[in-house]
């Protein structure tokens, strides 16, 4: 069984930045591919970035947050982080924490984001 524990959300003003962080409670953290998803409010929950397993060489973004949000992960430290940038009033939602491996999926409960002036 995989715990993801996600921390680092709140409210923020347009434009500025937020670092998320998951941390799972696993023996091998590097063997899981990692992801971020998030809800806005009254909409389905969709596919933010994604980083492979191992040293995480390989990431995807969604459109709507590429060359603002950086996906990373560190192993040592068991964590995979989203670097949120020039945040935007519709990245307003609950981000939550992914981890893969084969057909095993396992979610955290998520973090509230609030871009609000």
């Known amino acids: 069984q995989v715990q993801l524990v996600e921390s680092g959300g709140g409210l923020v003003q347009p434009g500025g930045s937020l670092r998320l962080s998951c941390a799972a409670s696993?023996?091998?953290?590097?063997?899981?591919?990692m992801a971020w998803y998030g809800q806005a409010p009254g909409k389905q929950r969709e596919l933010v970035a994604r980083?492979?397993?191992?040293?995480?060489?390989?990431?995807n973004y969604a459109d709507s947050v590429k060359g603002r949000f950086t996906i990373s992960r560190d192993n040592a430290q068991n964590t995979v982080y989203l670097q949120m940038n020039s945040l935007k009033p519709e990245d307003t939602g609950v981000y939550c924490c992914?981890?893969?491996?084969?057909?095993?999926?396992?979610w955290g409960q998520g973090t509230q984001v609030t871009v609000s002036s």
């Open positions: 992914y981890a893969g491996l084969m057909t095993y999926n396992y």
């Open positions: 696993v023996t091998v953290f590097s063997i899981y591919s």
């Open positions: 980083i492979s397993s191992g040293s995480g060489s390989s990431t």
